[in-house]
């Protein structure tokens, strides 16, 4: 059963332009969500995080927004770059050790 | 800088050997994690360890156990390979509330092929 899903498997943007990357969630008791990127032939690296107990976090260029009650998680990069093509992972967590992670999205940045 | 170092970063075993994939982390932290990675399947579970000589199963531990003596170093080991087994490996390490708020790092990856 897939706690967290994602999914578009790819998704395709122009340089410049908003990348919005979605995840859904099926555990209410989740408490922490997180985004990882991962580039080709190295690990996945952490993102952006945010608390179930707020709705939005910001760090530069990228955004994490939460909905709760859509059970709903969604990452913004503005404005996208070539760079930011990679994989995305979302990741949640209950309790203080487990994190359960969905299937990826791949995005392109097209120059 | 954190680092989690992964003692190979492609391996190629024959069914029925036992294979060992070793991790290791320079920075101190208490948690530990094996996953794989599998096309349209994300990365998945396999084992943690939160202490030297804890463990806890994942979602996927069938066919594979875990070893750590160490501190630094979660070892991963296929008792028995098989061609199932074929995927791309991931270790992690965090500090101790390895989910909220203490994200985890990983190692590259050991691509490992069952023939």
């Known amino acids: 059963d897939q706690q967290v899903k994602q999914n578009s498997p790819s998704l395709s943007v122009q340089e410049g332009r908003i990348s919005i990357l979605n995840c859904d969630y099926t555990n209410s008791m989740f408490d922490y969500f997180l985004w990882y990127k991962k580039y080709p032939a190295e690990g996945p690296t952490f993102l952006i995080s945010i608390s179930s107990i707020k709705d939005k976090n910001e760090d530069g260029r990228f955004t994490v927004f939460l909905n709760k009650s859509a059970k709903h998680l969604s990452l913004h990069i503005v404005p996208s770059q070539p760079g930011d093509s990679a994989v995305y992972f979302c990741?949640?967590?209950?309790?203080?050790?487990?994190?359960?992670f969905g299937t990826g999205t791949k995005l392109q940045v097209i120059p | 800088d954190v680092k989690v170092t992964q003692s190979s970063r492609y391996l190629v075993k024959r069914t029925g050997e036992k294979v060992f994939l070793e991790c290791v982390q320079d920075?101190?932290?208490?948690?530990m994690f094996w996953y794989r990675q599998d096309p349209g399947l994300g990365l998945r579970l396999i084992y943690f360890s939160y202490d030297v000589k804890m463990k806890e199963k994942g979602d996927i531990p069938e066919g594979y156990s875990v070893s750590r003596e160490k501190k630094e170093r979660f070892s991963l080991i296929l008792e028995s390979a098989s061609t199932n087994q074929t995927s791309m490996y991931l270790c992690?390490?965090?500090?101790?509330?390895?989910?909220?708020?203490?994200?985890?790092?990983f190692g590259d990856g050991t691509r490992l092929s069952i023939l």
């Open positions: 920075m101190d932290h208490e948690n």
């Open positions: 990741a949640a967590s209950e309790g203080y050790q487990k994190v359960t």
């Open positions: 992690a390490s965090s500090l101790i509330g390895g989910g909220s708020n203490q994200p985890q790092h």
